[in-house]
């Protein structure tokens, strides 16, 4: 039988060193030093190859405008990398684990639909790439990230997507872009902090709203 063994989070909030400095070298060391402390703290946990860390919380808003219902039904063919079911709220799990082969976390996140199995989307975030950072979607689709501080939130936004065929990556051309999206991690207390999604395309306008909150559970080996 197998032993899954738990530890608690690291809590300190001195200084940084000796930590995952993955985020912060993206961000910069002005900026970074501008987040919460907690905010720096979450985004160098350092986990071992394997490791996971685990977030629950709830959905509270879940928006898709015509144009992004129509978007999320057809990216369900390539995946469905983003949440297709409107005014779906309620509990849900965010995975984090590490993944030393491919240089990065595999983020799982579990979306709720009431009355059905919940939407599971999983994705790659790897420090590599044009930016620095990007997210492999799957199917070949990488959504290129840059990282930004904005009034005390970490801010990930799109900077292009490309298609990855084999060791050949292929840039998308703009009009066939979905859209920018933009992540907003904001501090809310030492332990409870809020994501918000947003994809806004410069034709159809936004297209997806999505806010959740969240608390910090535990690491896992």
Known sequence: MSVVAIRPLVRSVGDDAGRDGRYRLQLGETA????????????SNSLADGEQTIYRGEVVVMELSRAGYVLAQAARLAGAPLPFTRNAVGPTVVVVTEVAERRGQIWSRSYPRPGRF???????KRFAGPTGLEEYLGFGLVMRLTLHEE?????FRSAGYALQLGRFTLRMPKWLEPGRCTVTHRNETDDRF?????????????????????????SVA
């Open 32 to 43: 970074w030093r501008r987040l919460p402390v907690a905010v720096r703290r979450r985004f």
């Open 118 to 124: 919940p939407q599971v989307v999983h994705s790659l």
């Open 151 to 155: 009034d005390g939130q970490l801010v």
């Open 194 to 218: 809020s994501f918000t999604l947003t994809l806004d395309h410069p034709w159809f306008g936004r297209l997806v709203q999505q806010v959740a909150f969240f608390t910090e559970t535990r």
